[in-house]
């Protein structure tokens, strides 16, 4: 069993930044953490993943070079910084925790089994 937290979330104009956390209760070798985003209407779409072991990380198009995924393995915490914010980036934000053992990273949601509540991150032009 895998608690998610995130936290970090809130209202930025267009061109800032932000940093979400997703705080784990407990993390073990297989384990790939992902970002997924979700805004009304839409489908919950992936954002960015990393393995625990070995902190190897990948993103969606639409956020590589904007967005960037890193673990800090003392704090069982996930983070993601996010830089050159767009108006298409608000949406509801959720962490989420798969078993990974061949550290493939999963970007379908049905893949992770434990996630968080979900922040929300919302941009303003």
């Known amino acids: 069993q895998v608690q998610l937290v995130e936290s970090g979330g809130g209202l930025v104009q267009a061109g800032g930044s932000l940093r979400l956390s997703c705080a784990a209760s407990?993390?073990?070798?297989?384990?790939?953490i992902g970002w997924f985003r979700q805004a009304p209407g839409k489908e919950r779409d992936f954002v960015a993943g990393?393995?625990?072991?070995?902190?190897?990380?990948n993103y969606a198009d639409s956020v590589k070079g904007r967005f960037t995924i890193s673990r800090d393995n003392t704090k069982n915490t996930v983070y993601l910084d996010m830089t050159s914010l767009d108006p298409e980036d608000t949406a509801t934000y959720y962490c989420?925790?798969?078993?990974?053992?061949?550290?493939?990273?999963?970007?379908?949601?049905?893949?992770?089994?434990?996630w968080g509540q979900g922040t929300q991150v919302t941009v303003s032009s």
């Open positions: 990393i393995s625990w072991s070995d902190g190897s990380a």
């Open positions: 989420a925790a798969a078993l990974d053992p061949f550290r493939r990273r999963p970007s379908t949601s049905t893949k992770y089994t434990y």
């Open positions: 407990s993390t073990f070798t297989f384990l790939t």
